[in-house]
């Protein structure tokens, strides 16, 4: 039966929605226990199972759903149809009246005998507490009784342990009524069901606050007390629409600011702390205005609280961020709107273990990004681990950005700030067992790309900070050992190709598949190059080969490495033929990647095969892109300085090198990239072999020893040959190969 309830609570949303089916079965057992109940009710009242109570309330509010359909549909008809539907809403009212305590008092008292049955009998009691929603307080006795049962539950003390040394230990949350926000939210449901009038039920709990604050503002009170007293004003703060509704009632907004909330925020135990926090949070959110001292008391608290109380302040914040927006929680404290032609490209570092007080002058949200910087942040392992500063801070600005549109005053450029940070933490080691928040960034993620093409605009911007960020022994990151290195630089790379995913994910917007249905339009009549490479995938192509081409350490072994992730990525990526002007510039730019992965011949191969399909793609091949429009997109990928592409130049062959002796038919064939005029040589050659042709052809060594003792000594040459005859032959050889692929080129270029 233990294990049972344990399921039963664990599963209690799907018990609600799958389990319909089994309603009749309980149907009868819960009326049985009605019976026996009303007819013995002097005697003790048998208690419940936990799936017994689960199936009760869900029988209950079945019943109530399908009167009110009936009754809905009674009176959108006339006639006949009308009677049946009233029959049929009368007939599940009368059923569920008969499933139900017979009177309020019967009700209360089972409640009560649950309650008085222990922590065993915390969940049936809760189910029952729901069960009160369905019944019907409209005569002034019934609600009088009710009112006096609320009372009890609002004034009941917090559930406690005393440890070995004597200290009381709250049991639950520390923060909601009852120590479960379940049980908080089932005690408020009723409580609005009783006291149903406008502002009532406001009126009863601020009178019960204002009872438990009285010990509090004496300072008589003990650390439970004051938690007791913040659980009930949380309660009363989340569950009012508008803080009109507490004026003129037993304390007013003002004075539980003042005299209640602020002093419990400064007080030393940690729940209490909390629980204050999570008060503040809430009455900043029915301000149409945040208020100066709520604001620099969650500020304080972040920077200088215990990291329990740095979670729930972070919390708070965040909260109010998305809420009223960074600049009016900045406003609030007296710091003024950046000058609107000021883009701020990055948030403000500040070291949050070094902060002994408050800074007035740094903006709120360069104090929670700055959370992402503080070392050893203490949060445990062990069950829930939601309430901790990285997976708060990762799930809030995630928040953040999926809502850019809401917060203008948010620059682009810290979008791929944020962005850039929300990837780095999603592959990093240390955060690997905070299972919550690899849950979140993994949902974020698979939407954030599909929202928008200014969030894929952000991922493209962010993919060179990242992968800078993440690499190691490069852009000052430390290196380590062997494996160490080995293991980031894997992190590295499935980011790298994580974020590919993302740019190369379609868009839910039917605006945007409109706009690319219409590009593709374009593109199969070759109009004028479309001006949105910037955040699609030849934007982040052209992006990458600038990197790989600027990289400061490509002779170290960690950039080579770094170069060589970078063009396997590369070749991933597809270019649209309406972008005409990206590919032409990115035609340039391969050459650059090719020298820089000249060791890895594959790699090598790839590269060349993008080159032969850039080349197919571009619409005047031979043509080449002006310096201005190769500047024009460097500026909007946001590299100011120049870069001189190469466009004539081809990518360096793999294969070996060919012979001097007659090619035959089958050799002719295998040629690499023939043109007109290649072939038109090749048949002249049969005939009569001009110098020019004659060039072409690759010489063995010995013609080029010979070549060589002609623009030489001959007396040097000889020597050296008959020195070292097998160095000479490998080095004239190589010199050899060299010389013909640039007269190769050359020629190459005259026919073009």
Request: proline share 4%; with cysteine; aromatic share 6%.
């Amino acid at each position: 039966m233990q294990s049972m309830f344990f399921q039963v609570r664990l599963f209690e949303n799907t018990e609600e929605s799958s389990c319909l089916c089994s309603f009749i079965l309980f149907l009868l057992l819960g009326i049985i226990i009605l019976i026996i109940f009303s007819a013995e009710r002097d005697s003790n009242i048998q208690l419940m199972d936990a799936e017994v109570a689960l199936y009760w309330k869900i029988m209950c509010k079945h019943l109530q759903a399908e009167a009110q359909v009936k009754g809905s549909e009674a009176a959108a008809t006339t006639g006949a149809e009308a009677a049946v539907y009233a029959s049929e809403a009368t007939d599940k009212n009368d059923l569920l009246d008969s499933v139900l305590p017979s009177t309020i008092t019967d009700y209360v008292d089972l409640v009560k005998a649950h309650l008085s049955a222990g922590p065993n009998y915390h969940f049936t009691s809760r189910q029952l507490l729901l069960l009160g929603e369905m019944l019907e307080f409209s005569d002034t006795m019934n609600r009088k009784i009710a009112s006096s049962f609320l009372h009890e539950l609002l004034v009941r003390p917090l559930e406690h342990e005393v440890d070995d040394d004597g200290n009381q230990i709250a049991i639950g949350d520390g923060v909601s009524l009852g120590g479960d926000k379940d049980w908080a939210k089932a005690v408020a449901e009723l409580a609005k069901k009783v006291h149903s009038s406008v502002g009532e039920f406001e009126m009863v709990v601020s009178t019960v606050v204002e009872e438990l604050a009285r010990p509090c503002r004496e300072r008589t009170a003990d650390f439970m007390q004051w938690m007791h007293c913040l659980a009930v004003t949380g309660l009363l703060l989340q569950n009012t629409s508008t803080l009109r509704n507490l004026q003129a009632t037993a304390i007013e907004p003002s004075e539980l600011l003042h005299s209640l909330l602020l002093p419990a925020a400064k007080q030393n135990h940690v729940d209490v702390q909390r629980a204050a926090l999570r008060c503040l949070c809430l009455l900043g959110l029915l301000e149409n205005r945040p208020n100066a001292e709520l604001v620099k008391q969650l500020r304080l608290s972040f920077i200088n609280g215990p990291d329990l109380v740095s979670a729930i302040a972070c919390k708070a914040l965040i909260d109010l961020v998305t809420w009223h927006g960074p600049q009016e929680i900045d406003r609030a404290i007296g710091i003024e709107s950046p000058d609107p032609s000021y883009e701020k490209s990055q948030f403000t570092q500040v070291d949050l273990s070094d902060m002994n007080d408050d800074d007035l002058n740094i903006g709120v949200l360069d104090i929670l990004f700055s959370g992402f910087h503080k070392d050893h942040w203490e949060f445990d392992l062990e069950g829930d681990n939601h309430d901790n500063v990285p997976t708060i801070l990762g799930e809030g600005f995630a928040k953040i950005l999926l809502l850019s549109g809401n917060f203008a005053s948010i620059p682009a450029d810290l979008h791929t700030v944020i962005l850039a940070k929300l990837i780095k933490l999603y592959f990093s080691e240390e955060t690997k067992e905070l299972e919550r928040l690899k849950q979140c960034m993994s949902v974020f993620f698979q939407h954030y790309p599909a929202l928008s093409d200014k969030h894929k605009s952000c991922i493209c911007n962010a993919f060179v900070p990242v992968m800078k960020a993440m690499w190691p022994g490069l852009y000052g990151n430390a290196g380590g050992s062997t494996h160490v290195i080995s293991k980031r630089r894997k992190l590295a790379v499935q980011a790298s190709r994580f974020m590919v995913q993302m740019v190369q994910t379609q868009l839910f917007s039917t605006e945007s598949m409109d706009q690319a249905s219409k590009s593709s339009e374009s593109a199969s009549g070759l109009a004028d190059a479309s001006n949105n490479f910037d955040i699609s995938e030849e934007g982040l192509a052209i992006r990458i080969a600038l990197e790989v081409a600027s990289c400061p350490d490509k002779k170290t072994a960690a950039g080579k490495a770094y170069a060589l992730a970078l063009c396997k990525v590369v070749v991933l990526l597809r270019f649209r033929q309406s972008e005409q002007k990206a590919i032409k510039c990115m035609r340039g730019l391969v050459n650059h990647l090719a020298a820089s992965v000249a060791s890895d011949k594959e790699l090598g191969k790839e590269l060349a095969q993008m080159a032969a399909r850039l080349r197919s793609l571009d619409a005047c091949p031979d043509e080449e892109l002006a310096q201005d429009d190769a500047d024009a997109i460097f500026k909007k990928l946001g590299f100011d300085d120049g870069f001189k592409l190469d466009t004539n130049q081809a990518v360096p062959p793999t294969p070996a090198p060919r012979s001097v002796r007659p090619p035959a038919p089958a050799r002719r064939r295998a040629r690499q990239a023939p043109s007109s005029s290649d072939d038109s040589d090749e048949e002249a050659g049969e005939a009569d072999v001009p110098a020019t042709s004659a060039s072409r052809v690759p010489a063995t060594p010995s013609m080029t020893a010979a070549a060589r003792s002609q623009r030489a000594s001959k007396t040097a040459a000889l020597s050296k040959m008959s020195a070292k005859p097998a160095t000479a032959s490998d080095d004239s050889e190589l010199d050899g190969q060299s010389d013909v692929t640039s007269e190769e080129d050359a020629s190459d270029e005259e026919s073009l």
